[in-house]
């Protein structure tokens, strides 16, 4: 590997955020899947989890090919489940708090938000939304503002639009330079793997459910 190649790994994990992370909720669309991986990436998210809670998406397997991806899902690990309290229960354990995107009465501004915690923000598909169940886990709701006619965004857009005003955010308190999320020896052991994967070139097409 060339060592503009190797400063640029050292970079990219060095910007990776530990204490974020995006919950997708029975997105059915891979290609949706696929676009809030690159966005994901393009922000230092290292991890997400997709949640097919809904019999109708029962699988074992979860496939996510480059061209979904553009190459994202190399970068960006995947844990995949098929049950809302081992999925929930795991976040929980490596995030403090969980924010879902739904509409009610103590729902708050994206703006409103402080996207520099610990935190996971969860997205349900466009037909349905989170679901009550997703919902009891969730510590708070927030919604983007709009002021169109449709008041609706693709999962794909609404997420990268919350994902970059986390970016902000983080980016005016140094998260990115003087203050990572990672220490030396976390960036460490995230720079080899992220060597092996170079090396091996490994595709990382399929993600096998964890319950």
């Known amino acids: 590997m060339t060592p503009e190649r190797?400063?640029?790994?050292k970079k990219v994990v060095r910007e990776r955020q530990a204490n974020l992370t995006v919950i997708l909720e029975n997105v059915?669309?891979?290609?949706?899947?696929?676009?809030?991986?690159?966005?994901?990436d393009s922000?230092?998210?290292?991890?997400?989890?997709?949640?097919?809670?809904?019999p109708r998406l029962n699988q074992d397997e979860l496939l996510l090919g480059k061209r979904a991806s553009s190459g994202a899902r190399k970068w960006v690990d995947v844990h995949f489940f098929t049950e809302t309290k081992a999925c929930f229960t795991q976040v929980k354990s490596r995030y403090d708090k969980i924010y879902g995107t739904h509409l009610d009465?103590?729902?708050?501004?994206?703006y409103q938000m402080d996207l520099t915690q610990s935190i996971a923000l969860l997205f349900g598909n466009e037909h349905e939304g989170v679901s009550p169940e997703a919902l009891r886990y969730c510590d708070?709701?927030?919604v983007i503002p709009q002021v169109g006619m449709v008041e609706s965004l693709n999962i794909s857009v609404a997420c990268a639009v919350t994902l970059y005003e986390a970016y902000r955010q983080r980016m005016q308190k140094e998260m990115y330079s003087t203050h990572p999320t990672l220490n030396e020896e976390q960036q460490t052991a995230l720079f080899?793997?992220?060597?092996e994967r170079h090396e091996?070139?490994?595709?990382?097409?399929?993600?096998?459910?964890l319950n």
Do not use: P
Not at 43 to 54: A, H, K, M, T
Not at 105 to 110: C, K, L, S
């Open 6 to 9: 190797t400063a640029k790994f």
């Open 28 to 40: 059915h669309d891979i290609h949706n899947i696929g676009a809030v991986l690159r966005s994901c």
């Open 43 to 54: 922000i230092g998210i290292r991890e997400i989890y997709v949640l097919y809670s809904d």
């Open 105 to 110: 009465a103590d729902a708050v501004g994206m």
């Open 140 to 142: 708070g709701n927030f």
């Open 192 to 195: 080899q793997t992220y060597l």
């Open 200 to 209: 091996l070139k490994a595709k990382r097409k399929k993600t096998k459910r």
